[in-house]
């Protein structure tokens, strides 16, 4: 959020829906957009969104709307996906491949460049354009790729020793998927993705309704 100040965490999290919906329309050839198609896309109302974008210095004009192109620029810059920033999975199996394979994260700047996994017959390899190292070989792997990010994918009881491993090779910015908590320093920045969890919110809220599986 470099040259932005302080943007909120909420404002945060819907910067990237914004760009998700910037991105279609400008395949769709458009060269505005208003603060209602934005909202829209984010699941917001229109003040909201001009809110959030008045937080990066972004104001559209009234009866115009914001120039798409600049205002995709300015979402892209404070999310840091103007820039490139390497990430490392820790673990290779089905998740880990399925993430390595997904190309949206290239596309916006965070290609996979390495994993690290404790299979040996995997363990020098390269799957899916990917090469897998050993955990011993992380600090070199991290270094010789600038990786700037480390992804968990491993089992739960693996997950504390690949986060302390990333630590110990210079990693502060982790995303996990692992369905656990883990313990960090106050210096890194770590975001938790437990699909389990997201689906029992979602049981959560359809209790009660008439969707098929309720009582």
Request: aromatic share 6%; proline share 6%; glycine share 12%.
């Amino acid at each position: 959020m470099t040259g932005h100040g302080h943007i909120p965490e909420a404002t945060v999290a819907r910067l990237p829906l914004y760009l998700r919906g910037l991105d279609e329309l400008l395949v769709n050839g458009a060269g505005t957009v208003s603060s209602d198609e934005l909202a829209d896309v984010a699941g917001v109302n229109a003040a909201k969104v001009r809110k959030d974008l008045s937080h990066l210095g972004t104001y559209g004009t009234r009866g115009v709307g914001y120039d798409a192109e600049y205002l995709r620029f300015e979402i892209s810059r404070a999310l840091g996906v103007a820039n490139t920033w390497p990430v490392v999975v820790c673990g290779f199996g089905n998740l880990g491949r399925a993430l390595a394979n997904h190309t949206g994260f290239t596309d916006r700047g965070f290609p996979i460049l390495a994993a690290i996994d404790t299979d040996p017959e995997k363990v020098g390899t390269t799957l899916d354009g990917v090469p897998i190292r050993a955990p011993r070989e992380l600090v070199r792997v991290v270094k010789d790729n600038h990786i700037a990010i480390g992804v968990i994918a491993t089992p739960p009881e693996a997950a504390q020793d690949a986060v302390d491993r990333l630590i110990e090779a210079g990693i502060r910015s982790i995303m996990s998927f692992a369905p656990t908590v883990l313990v960090v320093p106050d210096d890194v920045e770590i975001r938790s993705v437990d699909l389990a969890t997201e689906l029992q919110i979602l049981g959560f809220h359809l209790t009660g309704s008439d969707s098929p599986g309720s009582g």
